[in-house]
Structure formats: C-alpha cells, structure tokens
C-alpha cells in the first residue's frame, strides 16, 4: 500500500522535473526576450547619441544604418544566448545542436550537389569538342577559340573574346 508520504516524495520528484525541464526555460526564454529589446534599445540610443551613422558614412561614403545593424546583432546575440540557455536547462541542448546539425550538413551537401551537377555538365560539355566551332548565344556570335572547365571563350565577329559559361550553351 502507498502511503501519503510516498506520495508526497513523488509529487515533490515530478514537480521538480517539471520546474526545472518546463518551467524554467521558459522563464529564461521570457527574460532573454525583455533583456534583448532592452539592449536593443539602449544600442538605438547610444548609436544616436554618439552619431555611428554619421561617423560610418563618412569613413566609408556609404550611407549604411550602422546603429540599426549593430543594435539588432545585439539584439540577435542576445536572444540565442537565451536560447542556449533554456534547451541547457531542459536537458536537450545537445539533442538541438544534433538537429541543427543535421539540418546544415543536409543544406552543406545539397549546395555542394548543386555545384558538383554544374562541374560535372561541363565536363560533359567539354566533350562536345567545341573548339573552332562558331556559336550563337543571346544575339552574340563567335568562334570558340579556348574551352574552360566552367565555360568557353568566343572571339565575336567585332574581334571582342566573350567567355561564355557552359550554362549558356544548353
């Protein structure tokens, strides 16, 4: 039979789990919102006050809205150290570094799939022998006088050398 102090060990053991893996993370989630739109704020002041944008746009002679960026970095930096913290304090920071994890090295090998699909159209390409060929690409004719792993190079009928990249010539 469970007595009401058993019960009581068990309720406190849940209550704990559940404050420190719920709770918690959401409270730190809470603050870090309120602490990045302060610090967000006190950037847009001070960057006004000391006049970034008109000290950026004078080194560089571009009108860039230095004190909107730097705040939102300050903002953003804010926000995923919250982040950090809350999945710290839930227990599954590693479990969400693996999924971001995963997710780059999916984006990684589709980029790096996309860039191989090109390489590998030119090299097909380039089995074309086009040298000496004359070609038509966008109302531009020439003779292809060189062939490149990404493309080839046309002298037009006006004398001019066009590098034409392989994509062009489908």
């Given amino acids: 039979m469970i007595t009401f102090a058993e019960v009581t060990v068990q309720t406190q053991e849940i209550m704990t789990i559940v404050t420190q893996t719920v709770v918690f993370p959401i409270l730190i989630l809470f603050i870090g919102i309120i602490l990045g739109v302060i610090i967000k704020n006190a950037s847009m002041s001070l960057g006004k006050a000391i006049e970034l944008d008109v000290h950026v746009q004078t080194a560089i002679n571009q009108p860039i809205p230095a004190t909107e960026l ?3 970095l300050f903002a953003a930096i804010t926000y995923g150290s919250a982040v950090i913290l809350a999945l710290l304090q839930a227990g ?15 984006l990684g090998i589709l980029g790096g799939l996309l860039g191989l699909k090109d390489y590998v159209q030119s090299l097909w390409l380039n089995k074309n022998d086009l040298l000496g060929k004359t070609i038509t690409v966008q109302n531009i004719k020439g ?16 004398g001019q050398k066009i590098f034409i990249p392989y994509k062009q010539l489908q």
């Fill in 70 to 72: 730097l705040a939102g």
């Fill in 92 to 106: 599954i920071l590693l479990l969400a570094a693996q999924i971001v994890g995963g997710f780059l090295l999916i």
């Fill in 143 to 158: 003779t292809v006088i060189e062939e490149k792993r990404t493309g080839v190079l046309i002298q037009s009928t006006t």
